[in-house]
């Protein structure tokens, strides 16, 4: 069973663990306060530190030895996530930020501080996802929350829903208003939340965030981000024209609030470009390289590295 305190887990950091993620994690966090502080935003974004690959121990090192703690941590693998949650303690907030493929619903479903999948890219999913909140023995505290995956970039590789607004309307960006409206209509185990993006490592490499004077500007250099804010506004719209309505007081200010962002937030921003996408006005940023380190090339042989780390502890 997963322990409860921030401090009671049977790992050990070794102490060059704790200097070194500490280290890195304290350097990322003033990354975003400056640039946060340069933009004028009075909210900077939440930094969720993507640990996969990673071990336990480099976790929990964030974890426990920051200050403040490090609460948010991404992993984009159903069992690679679950597996840690179940050594690590409660007080960690998980991100799925991985392929969401309907059958492992259950498995996501099933951990009780998974704070949000921030991949939903089909109806599909979100049914599996709220049946299996549904079933679930012991129930969560509150929804789930879920951002929607956009595919921004529009390449093969890229998950997500086709973008709307913008120059090419049509009806491609209807899939992304069938979906929110679902989960807004028929989803009361999940709450919409936002949406999210990858994004092309191209744009990723362009504008450098500190030369900034506005949030066009930083608009007008990374396309990704760009095309994820404007369909922000546009799916707001939509679900507004359509008149789609919910029994749920969670979603007054999406469905009839007067504000065009409606509450959604946006998830954009990774190690390269963390300042733009702050400029841009992101609200989650996933760091993983900046926080941990380089990751290991071999998936088979970081998870057989971590293997020991990943045993349930001997009972005392
Ligand atoms: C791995 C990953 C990240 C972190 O990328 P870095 O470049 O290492 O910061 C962010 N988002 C997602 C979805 C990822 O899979």
Redesign the pocket.
Known sequence: MASSSLSSSHLRPTSEQVQRVSGQIQAVRQRISQAASHAKRRDPPRLVA?S?LHPPTSILAAHTSCSPPQIHF?E?YAQELESKAKVLPSSVQWHF??KLQSNKAKVLAAIPNLYLV??LDSVKAAQALQKALVNLETKREGPLRVYLQVNTSGEDAKGGLPPLGGHEQGDKGGELVQLAQTIVQDCDRLELSGL?T?GAAAESRKGDGNGFQSKEEALEANSDFRVLSETRLALVRALRQAKVESKNSRYTQLLSGDDEEGGLELSMG???DLEVAIWAGSDNV??????FGV?PKSRDEAMESMKHELEPPASA
């Open positions: 993507i996969k991404g984009n930020v991985g921030e991949t999210m990858i990774m190690s390269a996933r760091v993983g390289t900046d926080c990751r």
